[in-house]
Nanobody
Framework: QLQLVESGGGLVQSGGSLRLSCAASGSNLDRYAVAWFRQAPGKEREGVSC????????NYADSVKGRFTISRDNAKNMVYLQMNSLKPEDTAVYYC??????????????WGQGTQVTVSS
C-alpha cells in the first residue's frame, strides 16, 4: 500500500517561490504515474500537473504553465512541484496523487493528506 506525505507548503509573498515535496513509502514509486492537485476554499479540487512513470510526459494546467515544474526522483521515491512567480490565486491545499494499474487492468489511486500554500498579495 502506497503512502504519500507532502511537505514544503507555507506562506509566501506574491512573486515568490515554493518547492513542494511528496515522499512515497510502502511501494516503489517508479510504477506509478504521479500528479499534483489543489483545492482552494469553496472550490473543487483541480489538477495542477502530472507526470508519467519516467516523466517522459508531463502536463500542466493552463493557469500554472510556465511557472510550475513537476519532477520526480524514483530512486528516492520522491515527487516535487517547483512553484515560481506565485500569485494569490495559487492559494490552496496542494495534494500529491499517484495512480497505478495492476496486471488485471485495475487502477488504484492514492492521495496524500495535503499541504497548505498561501500566497499573500
Amino acid at each position: 500500500q502506497l503512502q504519500l506525505v507532502e511537505s514544503g507548503g507555507g506562506l509566501v509573498q506574491s512573486g515568490g517561490s515554493l518547492r513542494l515535496s511528496c515522499a512515497a513509502s510502502g511501494s516503489n514509486l517508479d510504477r506509478y504515474a504521479v500528479a499534483w492537485f489543489r483545492q482552494a476554499p469553496g472550490k473543487e479540487r483541480e489538477g495542477v500537473s502530472c507526470a508519467t512513470t519516467r516523466s517522459d510526459v508531463t502536463n500542466y494546467a493552463d493557469s500554472v504553465k510556465g511557472r510550475f515544474t513537476i519532477s520526480r526522483d524514483n530512486a528516492k521515491n520522491m515527487v516535487y512541484l517547483q512553484m515560481n512567480s506565485l500569485k494569490p490565486e495559487d492559494t490552496a491545499v496542494y495534494y500529491c496523487f499517484a495512480k497505478v494499474v495492476d496486471y488485471s487492468g485495475r487502477y488504484y489511486d492514492y492521495w496524500g493528506q495535503g499541504t497548505q500554500v498561501t500566497v499573500s498579495s
